[in-house]
């Protein structure tokens, strides 16, 4: 397996090499970054999946969470905002959600003044209804208001802080909606937890989308800051604009490779002890695993957490090097079944399987589009030249060859390594 897994690693830097190679230093490292960002959100879902059998289908929707963080954390700070009466608006308001959570936690824990049974639920949807009341009666007033200040600084901007605790609050933003929604589906069945996250998924992107005060909704939020030195700062100190480019998208490669061997050397660190070993059992068999006196659930909302902590941290990085946070961009081909076929594709259950499939993925997606061009275009020369027509709208169907490659990579890959390129290597003692 050892051997295998070099030979398949260097024939991938083989390739990353021949698109360098092809298509130049500066677009090979760009894509880099992104695979090395793709790679960190791959590992979550391989945490979830691959570790602990869990159907999450709601990846984008951590991805827009991990995006808004950095670009809230780190964008510049709206003077028009702090100097109007927005921030005593919006402050009212977050007291009226503080209060009306504290309401619904109340109603909920009214057993133990003698509320049972049909009353708790009448006291419970009674509370529900007044907290959104009051909650709806604050933040409608501060959100027009803090939108009709004036064109584009209508809106709340950022607090201008470093871009590496945009990243961190991107895991905790993550963490806290993945404790949510994980409290609520993990009880369902497989089929019907991933049905649960695409709903929940979609609704994170309806509310980000629609919440212009907040994150300018449909319209982009540019430039956000680099957590590292950016081209302009090369220049500024005499270096040619080329050079440059290679520096400041080398030095955020670095940074993204830095993170995401953090990432690797505590997933493996836990997964080769006790707490993988449990994880395996919950996964392989949760019954046997609950008899044995586990708690299944908090297990596996444990490991749904962690896993989505990686994406936020992932699609925090994907904005801040993208320098545009655009909520309209987000679509579940590119930010969730992707990411699925780069874990299926590289192996389950298999950190560095992962890891391998989510470059190479990002990889043929993003060169399938140029090279079917180049075809395209090679096929219609010569089809005029010997006096048959052109092919037409070459442009859209080499956008569309993407989804015919991924696909035919994914038929072939599933054919001949049905448990992935890079599967799972389990021990067993004794």
Request: proline share 4%; net charge positive.
């Amino acid at each position: 397996m050892m051997r295998r897994s070099l030979t398949l690693f260097a024939a991938l830097f083989v390739l990353i090499l021949g698109v360098g190679f092809v298509l130049g230093v500066p677009f090979t490292t760009s894509r880099l970054v992104e695979a090395a960002a793709y790679s960190l959100i791959a590992l979550g879902l391989n945490i979830q999946w691959g570790y602990g059998g869990l159907f999450n289908f709601g990846i984008m929707g951590f991805l827009m969470l991990g995006g808004f963080a950095v670009t809230f954390m780190s964008y510049p700070i709206n003077p028009l905002f702090w100097g109007s009466d927005g921030p005593f608006m919006l402050g009212k308001a977050i007291l009226a959600f503080v209060a009306g959570a504290g309401l619904v936690y109340g109603a909920q824990q009214s057993h133990r003044i003698g509320i049972k049974g049909g009353w708790k639920v009448a006291l419970t949807v009674l509370v529900w209804f007044v907290a959104y009341c009051v909650y709806r009666s604050q933040i409608d007033p501060a959100a027009a208001y803090i939108e009709a200040l004036s064109g584009k600084d209508g809106w709340v901007g950022g607090l201008g802080l470093h871009p590496l605790v945009g990243w961190l609050f991107g895991g905790v933003l993550a963490a806290i909606v993945a404790y949510i929604v994980g409290k609520i589906c993990l009880g369902l069945r497989t089929d019907y937890l991933a049905i649960a996250t695409i709903g929940i998924s979609e609704i994170i992107r309806a509310l980000i989308k629609n919440m212009d005060w907040l994150t300018r909704g449909t319209l982009s939020v540019s430039p956000i800051p680099w957590p590292t030195p950016l081209p302009q700062d090369y220049q500024a100190n005499g270096v040619d604009n080329l050079t440059a480019l290679i520096y400041a998208r080398a030095g955020f490669l670095v940074l993204a490779l830095v993170v995401l061997g953090i990432a690797v050397f505590l997933i493996s660190r836990a997964y080769a002890g006790p707490w993988g070993r449990m994880m395996r059992a919950i996964r392989d068999n949760h019954i046997a695993a609950s008899s044995m006196g586990k708690n299944v659930t908090s297990r596996q909302l444990e490991i749904f957490i962690v896993g989505s902590v990686l994406m936020g941290i992932g699609g925090a990085m994907l904005v801040s090097f993208q320098q545009i946070y655009d909520p309209t961009s987000y679509q579940p081909i590119n930010h969730t079944f992707i990411i699925w076929v780069m874990v299926i594709v590289g192996g389950s259950g298999n950190n560095w399987g992962a890891m391998f499939g989510a470059v190479l993925i990002w990889m043929i997606w993003i060169i399938s589009e140029p090279l079917a061009k180049a075809i395209f275009e090679t096929v219609s020369h010569w089809s005029t030249m010997i006096g048959w027509s052109e092919i037409p709208d070459i442009e859209s169907r080499s956008a569309q060859m993407r989804v015919f490659v991924l696909g035919l990579v994914i038929t072939i890959a599933l054919r001949f390594a049905p448990k992935g390129l890079i599967p799972e290597v389990v021990r067993r003692e004794g």
